[in-house]
């Protein structure tokens, strides 16, 4: 509240003719809830051998579960990204000697599955942790159109700014005038319902893993801030005279 006190201060030294007009500052909130049309995981396959073609054969093995997987689901080849491979040696420090000792090397791959069929969620999951080479990083739930989707929450915000203006003219014989000024504060981008580090600790074996990783309508929120005008009712005008 201090911060947007001091911007309002500093708009008027910027614009002191502003300081001569009656106005009232409002803020507007807007949120919709929708479902998310596809969503995005990303998942990281991992092993460390002794060398590196064991260790490369390992998470090519790996890789190969999860196209099965995909062929399993219906996901399209078009929705796996996995072109990102990355290898390192891996030692490990010896204190007696107070040197590293090399200890084999370690493959990484990285992929990303965009999910169609949000219905299939909870089996992807559940069939990518059977094995414990395959890693899942993150999950982003994804719009077609977010930026419409935001415009709707911008709308329901500005209305609701102009809704309490008017209400606060009106309750004290006031009319309003122009908008002087108009602020977006901000959005909010809708996260995953699930938190993945957590599924992991469930049993494998499991089915009611699924079952539990559902999605569900996500809000998106929008903010801004409004300063408009103000005059006295033509009533009030006429007895103030």
């Not at 947007?4 to 002191?16: E, Q, T």
């Not at 996500?218 to 005008?237: F, G, K, N």
């Amino acid at each position: 509240m201090k911060q947007l006190s001091a911007f309002i201060i500093a708009l008027l030294i910027i614009f002191p003719s502003w300081a001569d007009e009656p106005f009232i500052d409002v803020s507007g909130y807007g949120k919709i809830e929708v479902m998310p049309d596809y969503l995005q995981l990303y998942i990281s396959l991992s092993d460390t051998k002794k060398t590196l073609a064991e260790a490369r054969d390992s998470v090519e093995s790996v890789f190969q579960q999860v196209l099965k997987v995909r062929s399993d689901l219906n996901i399209s080849k078009d929705d796996i990204d996995a072109a990102h491979i990355s290898n390192q040696p891996m030692y490990e420090w010896q204190r007696d000697s107070s040197t590293r000792k090399y200890t084999g090397e370690q493959v990484t791959r990285r992929v990303t599955i965009t999910l169609r069929n949000l219905d299939d969620y909870g089996r992807l999951v559940h069939r990518l942790m059977e094995d414990g080479r395959i890693q899942i990083q993150n999950t982003n739930l994804r719009f077609n159109d977010l930026p419409s989707l935001q415009r709707k929450a911008t709308k329901l915000a500005l209305l609701d700014a102009r809704d309490k203006a008017n209400f606060m003219a009106t309750t004290l014989d006031n009319s309003l005038g122009a908008v002087q000024f108009i602020q977006e504060q901000g959005d909010y981008n809708p996260q995953p319902v699930v938190m993945m580090a957590q599924m992991r600790s469930a049993k494998m074996e499991d089915s009611s893993v699924g079952s539990e990783m559902l999605i569900q309508k996500q809000d998106i929120e929008q903010s801004v801030h409004c300063l408009l005008y103000t005059s006295p009712s033509p009533r009030d005008a006429t007895l103030s005279r």
